[in-house]
């Protein structure tokens, strides 16, 4: 599965502006987001869909969701906003 390119952010801009909004997360590159130095949320594109790989604080490993639809994006953003309360 490959990094997500510019078409497939294209598509997820509003999910990564509201992503944005977390004051503490950094966005490295677009779609790519660290908390303090450490890889926290990325994006992917397959011919199944698009992809977050999420790890939360503390999490050695990177969950993978899907974020295609309201849903999708809504349980991203869900755990995101619980990883940094």
């Known amino acids: 599965m490959k990094h997500a390119g510019p078409a497939a952010l294209d598509t997820l801009e509003p999910l990564l502006t509201r992503l944005r909004a977390f004051a503490a ?4 590159s677009r779609g790519v987001f660290y908390l303090k130095s450490r890889a926290f949320l990325h994006f992917h594109e397959d011919p199944g869909g698009l992809y977050a790989d999420f790890r939360g604080p503390g999490e050695p490993d990177f969950t993978r969701l899907r974020v295609e639809g309201e849903q999708g994006q809504a349980a991203l953003l869900a755990r995101v906003g619980a ?3």
């Open 83 to 85: 990883a940094l309360s």
């Open 25 to 28: 997360l950094r966005e490295k």
